[in-house]
C-alpha cells in the first residue's frame, strides 16, 4: 500500500496560471498559454517547490485540465487543483481525480473552494445561499470520499446527493486517498473544515488572527476526533530583495504599480467583499500597514482583499524568519506566488525555500543539542 505524500512536515506550494499576469501586470498572450504553464511548473519544481496550485473561477480554464497538462510536463512536484463542489457528480469527480493520481504518479491533490461570491456563483447557474453551499459541500465530500476508500458498493441519501450502490474501480494511489485541502472562512465553512479538511488553508493574516482561526478550526476537527490529524497552510505574497530598505521600498513599488493597472482599468475603490476571508484582510489592513514583523497589509487594502494580497517583506532571511514565527503557531504548508509571477517563483526557490529549510534545520539542531 502506498504511503500518502502529503505527510511531510513543512510544505512549500506554489502557483501556476495559464497565461502572465497579476495585480501589477494586466494579462497578457492567450488566455491558455501551454509555453507559460511549462515554464512556471517547470521552474517550481526545480526551485524545489513541494506542489502548485491551479485556480479554480467560474469564467477561467478548467482547473483539471490545466493541471494534468502541468503535470504531463513535470516530474516531480505535486498538484493542489482547485475544484468546486456542486458542477459535478461527486461520484465522478471522484473517478476523475482518482485516474488523474494514477496518471500523474500519486502527485494529485484537490483543493475544496465553494465559493464565497454569489455572483460569481451565479454565472455558472448557483443559486444557492452561502450556507447551503457548504452543506452541499460537506455531503459531496461525503461521497467523494466513500468513492475514494469504500471496497463495496455503498448507498447515500442527503438532502443534495443519493446513490444507489456507488462504487469506484479506480482508488487513488495515495492512501487513504487524495490530500484534501479546504478554504472558507465563514461558520458554516468552518464546520465542514472540521470534519473533512487534510489541510485548512487561510490568507496570509496576522499572528492574533492565525492563532484564533486554528484553534476555531482544532476545536471543530475535535467534534469528528479529528484534531491531531488536521493541517494548516497559509497563503504570502513575498516580496525579497538583497537588503531590507530595497524590499519595502519595492513593496511599496508593487503597490503603485497595483493602483495604477487597476486605474487603467477604470477600477475605483473596491467594493466590500461577499467573503469573510477578504474581510478578515481588510480588518488586519485597518491595523496598519506593517504588522507584526513583516506583515504588509497595502495591496490587500488597495485591492478590497480579493484573493491572496497580503506580503512578507525583507531580505530571504529575513521572511524565511517570519515563516518559521507561524510555523511555530502550528502552519506547515506555506503557499507563496509573487507579483511578478514567473521571475518571483525562480527567485522563491533559490534564495527563499533554501534559506527556509536552513533556518528549520538549525532549529531543529539547536533542540537536539540541548537534549
Known sequence: M??????????????????YGSETHPPEGPVVDRDYIRALAQAQEYGGFDRFLVAFHSTAPDSVLVAAYAASVT?????????RPGFQAPTVAARQLATLDHLTGGRAGVHIITGGSDSELAQDGDHLTKDERYARTSEYLDVVKASWTSATPFDYAG????????????KPVQRPHLPVYFGGSSEAAL?????HADIYALWGETHAQVRETIATVRAEAARHRREREIRFSLSFRPILADTEEKAWARAEEVLARTKAVRAAKGLGEAPPPPNEGSRRLLAAAGQGARLDKRLYTAIAAATGAQGNSTALVGTPDQVADALLDYHDLGV????????????DAVQYGRELIPAFRSQL?????????AE
Open 2 to 19: 502506498t504511503q500518502a505524500l502529503w505527510t511531510n512536515d513543512v510544505e512549500f506550494i506554489g502557483f501556476v496560471g495559464t497565461q
Open 75 to 83: 516530474e516531480r512536484i505535486s498538484l493542489m487543483i482547485a475544484h
Open 159 to 170: 438532502t443534495y446527493y443519493r446513490v444507489d450502490k456507488a462504487f469506484s474501480a479506480v
Open 191 to 195: 464546520r465542514v473544515a472540521g470534519k
Open 332 to 343: 506547515s504548508t506555506f503557499l507563496i506566488r509573487g507579483f511578478d509571477p514567473l521571475e
Open 361 to 369: 534545520a538549525g532549529r531543529a539542531g539547536a533542540r537536539q543539542a
